[in-house]
């Protein structure tokens, strides 16, 4: 089992809709979560950290279930731009090693 | 800005040829990482460093070797380059953003070893 999993999609989702993604994580010591925005043939770059009381950056909200080892991004109102991939992105409890999901592809179209 | 820069954008090497990938970053940052990323095996550490001449192995050492002979440079060695390195090379840097430490990435290089 992957450390990190994701759904790879692609979603295909129209302008204007609500769209989710889900990721589960396997190790319960993990402490820190992000989301990472990848584009086409360019490098990460960081969307959001992700609370344990969930957060919201405008049209995104985050949310962490420890219980469940999963964390969650929710964009409303998608916008052509949105087109990316976006990276599920864990960090242990030592030191600063990242651990990152395979990504999840979102396609908006208009 | 944090600024993380890789040498090349693209590079065509052949089999058996040694190649440098050179990062730079200039926030006088400790800990770099060197990543490569391939289709549906998302990002996996390769090495990373936490000071000068210090460097650990990531998840996928074998045939590389790295180089941290100055603080804002962490330089990736493939001694004899195969093609399956044939893929897509990011370093990373850390930095704080929006108060936990992240990593930062580099624009990465595409090599193609033929």
């Known amino acids: ?12 989702v129209p302008e204007g809709a609500t769209v989710a993604f889900n990721c589960t994580y396997s190790n319960s010591a993990s402490q820190s979560f992000f989301w990472y925005r990848q584009d086409c043939r360019k490098e990460p770059k960081l969307l959001m950290s992700v609370y ?3 957060n919201e950056d405008g049209r995104f909200t985050a949310q962490l279930n420890r219980a469940s080892q999963y964390i969650s991004l929710l964009i409303r109102d998608s916008k052509l731009s949105d087109s990316a991939t976006y990276l599920c992105v864990v960090k242990g409890n ?3 090693m990242l651990t990152f999901g395979g990504g999840t592809r979102l ?3 208009p | 800005d944090v600024k ?22 200039d926030m006088d940052h400790e800990n770099m990482f060197w990543y490569r990323q ?5 990002l996996r550490l390769i090495y990373f460093s936490y000071d000068v001449k210090m460097k650990e192995k990531g998840d996928i050492p074998e045939g590389y070797s790295v180089s941290r002979e100055k603080k804002e440079r962490f330089s990736l060695i493939l001694e004899s380059a195969s093609t399956n390195q044939t893929s897509m090379y990011l370093c990373a840097s850390i930095a ?3 108060g936990q430490e992240t990593q930062y990435f580099g624009p990465g290089t595409r090599l193609l070893v033929l």
Do not use: I
């Open chain 1, 1 to 12: 089992r992957k450390e990190v999993e994701q759904d790879p999609g692609p979603f295909n």
């Open chain 1, 52 to 54: 344990s009381s969930g």
């Open chain 1, 94 to 96: 030592a030191g600063n």
């Open chain 1, 107 to 109: 396609m908006v179209k």
């Open chain 2, 4 to 25: 993380v820069t890789q040498s090349s954008r693209y590079l065509v090497k052949r089999t058996g040829e040694k190649v440098f990938l050179e990062c730079v970053q």
């Open chain 2, 38 to 42: 391939d289709p549906g095996l998302g």
């Open chain 2, 96 to 98: 704080l953003a929006r």
